[in-house]
Structures are given as structure tokens and as C-alpha cells.
């Protein structure tokens, strides 16, 4: 018997198109529970022709943030379990549009990857007492931010597992 209910959100592919932190996925817990992400995978995927800097990076950041937000489009989380409940945490990617009106504030992760087509990195927390605890009604973001690069034709792309 499972003692939590598992699922995993997936950005997509986000183009790296700037030089300054862009928030990739959004999220708002819900106001009645809150959520424990327990693996943050980030990836350089290539889009078209890529062509990233050399001796580039990409700095990944899970950050509280204030505003609301607008653009991006919705992506729906997948239970990694048998339940067939639906995820009550809300998620916006920037995958379709940019995500906008957010502030950044304190930084609970961050993570660093080469500015490489097919580079990846992953931090796994569960059962470990690390799990990033998101309180309910909490609204955070994952930021992505290259140094140089913008318009290579390389996609950033994130996934979180969590749990309710």
C-alpha cells in the first residue's frame, strides 16, 4: 500500500531564447495539500541545428515567486503509481508561450548542466528527508539561465516527480 499519491510533470522543451533567467514550469499547490518533489531531472535537448557556445552552461533554479502568472500552457501530471486521481498541484509550462508576471525570490535548488545537445543532470531526494516540500497554496517556478547561447537551437527541458 502506497503511502503517497506519485506523479511526474514534464515541461517539454523550452527554447533557450534568452540570456537571462526564464521560468520554465510554473507551479501552484493547491490550497488544500501541499506537495514533496523528490527527483528534479534537467536536460539540453536539441531543437534545430543546434549550435550551443562551447565551454557554455545552463544554471537551473527552483525558486518561491510572487505575481501571477500568464502566458506559457498547461501540462498535466502523470501518476507513476496505479491510482487514477488526478494531480491537485497546477502546472505552466513555457513550452507553447513565455511564461510572464513572476518575480523571483528564495532559491530552494539549483542545479548546472553543460550547454550541450543531449546534456543532462539529476537530484534524487526521496526517502532521503531532502524532498523539496512545496506548502500548500505555495506558487514556485523553475528557472532556466544561460550565460551565453540564446537562439542556438537548443530546448531546455525539466521534469519533477512529486508527491501528494
Not at 535537448?45 to 502568472?69: K, Y
Not at 488526478?86 to 542545479?111: D, P
Not at 531526494?125 to 506548502?135: D, R, V
Request: a negative charge; proline letters at 5%.
Amino acid at each position: 500500500m502506497s503511502i503517497f499519491r506519485g506523479y511526474v510533470v514534464d515541461s517539454l522543451g523550452v527554447s533557450i531564447s534568452a540570456t537571462t533567467a526564464i521560468p520554465v514550469l510554473y507551479i501552484a499547490a493547491a490550497s488544500a495539500a501541499d506537495l514533496n518533489i523528490t527527483r528534479v531531472k534537467v536536460q539540453c535537448e536539441a531543437a534545430s541545428s543546434p549550435a550551443p557556445p562551447s565551454n557554455g552552461s545552463i544554471l537551473w533554479t527552483l525558486n518561491l515567486v510572487t505575481g501571477t502568472v500568464g502566458g506559457g500552457g498547461s501540462v498535466t501530471p502523470e501518476p507513476t503509481g496505479q491510482s487514477t486521481l488526478a494531480a491537485q498541484t497546477t502546472f505552466t509550462s513555457a513550452n507553447s508561450a513565455a511564461i510572464t508576471g513572476l518575480t523571483k525570490s528564495t532559491e530552494f535548488w539549483h542545479g548546472v548542466i553543460p550547454f550541450t545537445a543531449g546534456a543532462w543532470a539529476e537530484d534524487t531526494f526521496e526517502n532521503t528527508g531532502f524532498e523539496i516540500n512545496i506548502p500548500h497554496s505555495g506558487i514556485y517556478a523553475v528557472y532556466m539561465t544561460a550565460a551565453s547561447g540564446a537562439g542556438s537551437g537548443c530546448n531546455g527541458r525539466v521534469g519533477l516527480w512529486f508527491a501528494e
